[in-house]
């Protein structure tokens, strides 16, 4: 089992930035890929950002891309999604995820992990 705690949600105004972090525990961290999913009201889940085990892959949802930056600490076992220019409309809980791979992997589909956490509300206002 894998344990995953979100932090860092909350509101803030369009244009400014919150840093979102996901604390693992129960194995390995550091054979996980991990990633960042969001879920509006209304509507579906989507993949926000993933990352590789070793971090050195990641892959970004469109409509992020040169916003939002995904990393990990896997010394910490911790990954982090920081968020700058919000925007409205990445108003939604978010939800850290955790899935096995025994290679450097990185996946964007949610039904490819295993493990995830409460979520954290994300509010950015105009």
């Known amino acids: 089992q894998v344990q995953l705690v979100e932090s860092g949600g909350g509101l803030v105004q369009a244009g400014g930035s919150l840093r979102l972090s996901c604390a693992a525990s129960g194995r390995t961290f550091s054979n996980y890929y991990m990633g960042w999913f969001r879920q509006a009201l209304g509507k579906e889940r989507e993949s926000v950002a993933a990352?590789?085990?070793?971090?050195?892959?990641?892959n970004y949802a469109d409509s992020v891309k040169g916003r939002f930056t995904i990393s990990r600490d896997n010394a910490k076992n911790t990954v982090y999604l920081q968020m700058n220019s919000l925007k409205p409309e990445d108003t939604a809980v978010y939800y850290c995820a955790a899935g096995y791979f025994k290679r450097d992997a990185i996946r964007t589909s949610g039904s490819s992990y295993d493990y995830w956490g409460q979520g954290t509300q994300v509010t950015v206002s105009s």
């Open positions: 990352i590789s085990q070793s971090g050195k892959n990641t």
